[in-house]
T-cell receptor, first 115, second 114 residues
Framework: DGGITQSPKYLFRKEGQNVTLSCEQN?????MYWYRQDPGQGLRLIYY???????QKGDIAEGYSVSREKKESFPLTVTSAQKNPTAFYLC??????????????FGNGTRLTVT | AQTVTQSQPEMSVQEAETVTLSCTYD???????LFWYKQPPSRQMILVIR??????QNATENRFSVNFQKAAKSFSLKISDSQLGDAAMYFC???????????FGKGTRLHILP
């Protein structure tokens, strides 16, 4: 079955350390997205990518970095510059150009706790 | 920049009754798509319904329907015959056809009263 996998489900890090969240999809989707979810804040867009080797900043990109070296993979690095990194992170993918009515397919999320 | 606003942080409805969740958006684009997603306590996001901005007819999916008012930039979700399983966070989302950016509102937590 096709799907989108985020790992790990729970991640703990010490303040000042960079950490990378994994996101892999086998749906053959071109577009991939990273969101951060905090209570009362909804889903806020961090970065997104429409094609391999290209990505765009979302609304809250500061302190985060991404890469898109393969169509299937879109890892997110939370750097030490991110002031409040503890949150629930959701990765999603979708068909794109010509299929904008296609929904997002979401992973199960990663809960990152930084102390 | 586009924005999505959900003005109701929480709502409650009696089982079997009808409830409407509001969503407004702001954009200068003419080509876009709108979605409602549901997030139950499992936190898995589930598509509820979608609407193409170029379509005048309101989308319907079983007990779920939308009231899409393009001029008013309004996209409300109506849930008929509410069921206990409808209890969840509901998010309104906007997808730009220009740059493929997808943004969400802050969500409405829906409680179903037995």
């Amino acid at each position: 079955d096709g799907g989108i996998t985020q790992s790990p489900k729970y991640l703990f890090r010490k303040e000042g350390q960079n950490v990378t969240l994994s996101c892999e999809q086998n749906l053959n989707h071109d577009a991939m997205y990273w969101y951060r979810q905090d209570p009362g804040q909804g889903l806020r867009l961090i970065y997104y990518s429409q094609i391999v080797n290209d990505f765009q900043k979302g609304d809250i990109a500061e302190g985060y970095s991404v890469s898109r070296e393969k169509k299937e993979s879109f890892p997110l690095t939370v750097t030490s510059a991110q002031k409040n990194p503890t949150a629930f992170y959701l990765c999603a993918s979708s068909l794109t150009t010509g299929a904008y009515n296609s929904p997002l397919h979401f992973g199960n999320g990663t809960r990152l706790t930084v102390t | 920049a586009q924005t999505v606003t959900q003005s109701q942080p929480e709502m409650s409805v009696q089982e079997a009754e009808t409830v409407t969740l509001s969503c407004t958006y702001d954009t200068s684009e003419s080509d876009y798509y709108l979605f409602w997603y549901k997030q139950p306590p499992s936190r898995q996001m589930i598509l509820v319904i979608r609407q193409e901005a170029y379509k005048q007819q309101n989308a319907t999916e079983n007990r779920f329907s939308v009231n899409f008012q393009k001029a008013a930039k309004s996209f409300s979700l109506k849930i008929s015959d509410s069921q206990l399983g409808d209890a969840a966070m509901y998010f309104c989302a906007y997808r730009s056809a220009r740059d493929d950016k997808i943004i969400f509102g802050k969500g409405t937590r829906l409680h179903i009263l037995p």
